[in-house]
């Protein structure tokens, strides 16, 4: 959607920076979020909060300000399930990979992740983890570099 004359950024990437804001900011942004909603289609604003990795959480934050259509809901629904099952596997994969550390005598601390996501939203489903990532300390590197490649990585 083009931009609204006189505004510095389209429509629905507005509508994401709006949603992407703390709570206060979202509450007193409320207006104009609602104004936005009236006139964008769920299907640009979830094009633009895909461009930014961000549908999980702010396509939640959507549903629950009741702006969303019911086709964006079940989206939505399909793909934090796919986003929990995925979530699930990174936990266990990096649970595995710390564990096969540790036991040889590797210290190693999880970064990131679902770990994060669950701290920030309260969910680890709603980051989407692309790959896993440890804390080693440099002494350790070449024995995990090894130990790792033992396991496939």
Do not use: C
Request: positive net charge.
């Amino acid at each position: 959607m083009p931009r609204v004359e006189g505004s510095p950024v389209a429509p629905a990437a507005e509508m994401v920076l709006l949603l992407a804001g703390t709570e206060r900011r979202r509450s007193e942004a409320a207006a104009r979020i609602s104004a936005l909603a009236a006139i964008i289609s769920t299907s640009d604003v979830a094009d633009e909060m895909d461009r930014h990795r961000s549908r999980l959480v702010l396509g939640t934050r959507a549903r629950a300000l009741g702006i969303t259509s019911s086709s964006f809901d079940k989206d939505l629904a399909k793909f934090l399930g796919w986003a929990e099952r995925r979530s699930m596997l990174f936990e266990s994969l990096t649970r595995t990979l710390v564990g096969h550390l540790e036991d040889r005598g590797v210290p190693a601390l999880p970064l990131k992740g679902s770990q994060l996501a669950a701290s920030a939203h309260g969910n680890a489903a709603m980051r989407i983890s692309g790959d896993i990532d440890l804390l080693i300390g440099r002494e350790h590197i070449p024995t995990a570099m090894h130990l790792l490649r033992e396991v496939g990585y």
